[in-house]
């Protein structure tokens, strides 16, 4: 038997257990994460209000584009409901009468080549009648355009001729009790070759002249040529023609 020193002489040497403790503070603290909710939804409410801009602002460019897409003659158009079978001048004072012309209705002219082009004198003669020949505001007589309203006109004269290195000339002349009824030079065009550079026979040129010029009423304008046998008799080649801007 064990007696009590031996006893205690084995609890002693018997290992005692080990105990660790864990520092807190050995390892970083963990932030908890915190949504800024007042922020975020500040956030959206901006976005929200810019692409409300843009919707609106796109539906006011489809809107002012389909405002421009409408001709402004369609927007004047006023249908006028009339029975032409009770129109009677002096007895149905209840009828319609059909509207005036407008404002807006400007003189102008075109005219094409008559045949003979001219009577020698270099004053080329016109067509006044048929498609698509006309006359508005403007009297067409003495081989001349005359002026019934004052103010600034577009004045146009297109000549077909031949190229022969003969000298050719195409004027646009105008009357004016102003000066006297003198013929007024307003625009000119001349054409040659030089000789040592002939032109074949038969080739064809075109001389055009266009340009805005004050008239006054009773004014007349007509076009000359220094060579009437060399414009090409086509009526078409040929157009003579003003109007008011």
């Known amino acids: 038997m064990m007696d009590a020193g031996e006893s205690v002489n084995k609890d002693v040497k018997e290992p005692c257990p080990q105990v660790f403790v864990v520092d807190s503070q050995a390892f970083p603290r963990q932030v908890p994460i915190r949504l800024d909710v007042p922020r975020l939804t500040l956030v959206y409410l901006l976005l929200a209000v810019a692409l409300l801009g843009v919707f609106i602002e796109a539906g006011f460019i489809c809107h002012?584009?389909?405002?421009?897409?409408?001709?402004?003659?369609?927007?004047?158009?006023?249908?006028?409901?009339?029975?032409?079978?009770?129109?009677?001048?002096?007895?149905?004072?209840?009828a319609e009468s059909i509207p005036a012309a407008k404002a807006d209705d400007k003189p102008a002219a075109f005219l094409q080549s008559a045949s003979p082009v001219s009577k020698g004198n270099g004053v080329l003669l016109w067509r006044s009648d048929g498609y698509p020949m006309f006359q508005k505001g403007?009297?067409?007589?003495?081989?001349?355009?005359?002026?019934?309203?004052?103010?600034?006109?577009?004045?146009?004269?297109?000549?077909?001729?031949?190229?022969?290195?003969?000298?050719?000339?195409?004027?646009v002349m105008q009357r004016s009790d102003i000066y006297n009824n003198e013929p007024i030079l307003l625009m000119q065009n001349s054409r040659y070759c030089s000789?040592?550079?002939?032109?074949?026979?038969?080739?064809?040129?075109?001389?055009?002249?266009?340009?805005?010029?004050?008239?006054?009423?009773?004014?007349?304008?007509?076009?000359?040529?220094?060579?009437?046998?060399?414009?090409?008799?086509?009526?078409?080649?040929?157009?003579?023609?003003?109007f008011m801007i």
């Open 138 to 171: 403007l009297d067409y007589k003495n081989n001349s355009l005359y002026v019934q309203q004052d103010g600034y006109y577009y004045i146009f004269s297109k000549i077909s001729h031949l190229e022969n290195c003969e000298f050719f000339k195409h004027t």
């Open 195 to 242: 000789s040592n550079k002939p032109q074949p026979m038969g080739e064809r040129g075109n001389s055009y002249l266009g340009g805005v010029f004050h008239l006054n009423k009773g004014d007349s304008v007509f076009v000359t040529v220094n060579n009437s046998s060399l414009v090409q008799s086509n009526t078409y080649d040929n157009f003579f023609g003003a």
């Open 64 to 94: 002012l584009y389909s405002k421009q897409a409408i001709s402004p003659d369609i927007q004047k158009v006023e249908y006028i409901k009339v029975n032409f079978n009770e129109i009677v001048p002096g007895k149905n004072p209840k």
